[in-house]
């Protein structure tokens, strides 16, 4: 079973809009800046959103996820 999604990050100041990387993971686009980032304009916090998924390149039993800033990891 999936876990809910808490939507209330939608709401978004004016000229903001967001995308979803093909990861799962949401990031934020000043359309006026002409720029983009991990973190909520409001809430300066990365959506949590459980992205994580395991590559073919990576050893047996290695998964590649992302910290709240965008860093890359791996777990064994």
Request: proline share 4%.
């Amino acid at each position: 079973m999936a876990a809910d999604l808490n939507l209330e990050w939608i709401s978004l100041p004016r000229s903001w809009t967001y995308g979803i990387t093909r990861g799962g993971r949401v990031f934020f686009i000043n359309e006026e800046a002409k720029s983009t980032t991990w973190l909520h304009p409001v809430t300066g916090e990365a959506v949590v959103t459980g992205h994580r998924r395991q590559s073919t390149d990576l050893p047996t039993g290695w998964e590649e996820a992302y910290t709240f800033e965008g860093a890359r990891y791996y777990i064994n």
